[in-house]
């Protein structure tokens, strides 16, 4: 199997290692200094469940250079979507897939309008990883899990393909026969992990314990439910109530990725998570103050802060 990773930071670089340590031929497209470092040092992994190096990895900045694969593996920031899927296009050939493990519930749209609905497979990741430095991912916690399924449900060659890939390189890995709600379902915990932890800029274990942020995580994570359920998405009737337990059980330190953008004065991307709910929300008829709220809160820092 053929493989491509189009952006291979935190999640691209931490998965596309795996599948290249497990014997996959992997390309990686990358740019700037992590490009640089990466050719010479080999990409690095630091993770709680080993250490890896890909000395010499096939890597481009250029994915004309590779041609059609059978999967891309597309893990850019929300910002860099369209541009990213526009950089794609020399990879994708009749019957390839592309699996988006970004966030939020907008990126399979996008791409589903670039490339056709039938050459998305639905995915979703957990893992909390970072570029160190360039060359170096760092994988925090042993948390690695991948959920990927097609759309219409069906236990495609190409599904179960990446499945046996994922088992072999040690990705713990499900497919989900109703990819669109674990979509969905991420992006609730998601917004309401990221609302509450980067505008308190605290941890989850202090959101939790005070009664009125533990009130905004659950008022950010009931509107994306009722918006979800505005578009068709079958949520259990206590989901909310289960991912309050869900936040309840978490390391008392652990954060969101939007939070450490926030304290590193990087780009946020806030604009793809509460911001999409609030759009969806006017857009349906929803009402969803909190997370417009959220969206008007953090957009100061939304650009990032200039040096
Ligand atoms: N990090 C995490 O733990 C998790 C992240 N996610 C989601 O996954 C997605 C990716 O996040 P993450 O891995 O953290 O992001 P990173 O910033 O670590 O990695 C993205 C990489 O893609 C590169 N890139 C962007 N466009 C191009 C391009 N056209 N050509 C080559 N390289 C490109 C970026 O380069 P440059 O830096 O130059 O822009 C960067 O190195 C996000 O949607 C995030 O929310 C989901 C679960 C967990
Ligand atoms: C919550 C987490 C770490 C899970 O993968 C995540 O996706 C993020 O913070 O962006």
């Known amino acids: 199997m053929k ?3 189009m952006g291979s930071g935190g999640v691209g670089g931490y998965f596309g290692a795996k599948l ?4 996959y031929d992997v390309t990686f497209i990358a740019r700037g200094t992590h490009l640089q470092a990466i ?21 481009t900045e250029r994915p004309g250079d590779v041609g059609p694969v059978d999967l891309v593996l597309f893990a850019v920031k929300l910002w860099d979507t369209e541009s990213a899927a526009e950089a794609i296009e020399p990879l994708i050939g009749p019957g390839t897939g592309i ?14 309008d670039r490339f056709g609905r039938s050459a998305v497979i639905g995915g979703v990741c957990y893992i909390a990883a970072a570029i160190g430095e360039p060359g170096v991912i760092v994988h925090t916690g042993t948390m690695q899990k991948v959920v990927f399924g097609e759309y219409d449900g069906s236990r495609s060659k190409r599904v179960t393909r990446l499945f046996d890939a994922c088992s072999k390189a040690g990705i713990e890995s ?20 990221s609302a509450t932890t980067a505008t308190t800029r ?9 009664a009125p942020s533990r009130h905004l995580l659950v008022s950010v994570m009931g509107e994306v439910v009722a918006v979800g359920g505005a578009e068709g998405v079958a949520f259990s009737p206590d989901f909310v109530e289960g991912r309050l337990r869900f936040c309840d059980q978490l390391p008392h330190d ?10 590193r004065g990087n780009r946020l991307e806030v604009a793809w998570l509460s911001g999409d709910v609030s759009r969806r929300g006017a857009r349906l008829g929803v009402e969803v103050p909190y997370n417009t709220a959220v969206y008007d809160i953090l957009a100061v820092h939304a650009a990032g802060r200039s040096e």
């Open 3 to 5: 493989i491509a990773i």
């Open 20 to 23: 290249a340590t497990a014997g």
């Open 39 to 59: 050719r010479r040092d080999g990409l690095r992994i630091r993770s709680p469940l080993g250490d890896l190096v890909v000395r010499q990895p096939q890597i």
């Open 99 to 112: 699996l988006s493990l970004q966030n939020g519930v907008i990126k399979d749209e996008i791409l589903a």
């Open 174 to 193: 499900e497919i989900s026969n109703d990819i669109r709600r674990a979509i969905w379902e991420k992006f609730v915990f998601l917004c309401g992990l």
């Open 202 to 210: 605290c941890p989850i274990g202090v959101v939790r314990s005070h």
């Open 254 to 263: 652990m954060t969101s990725s939007m939070h450490h953008d926030l304290e």
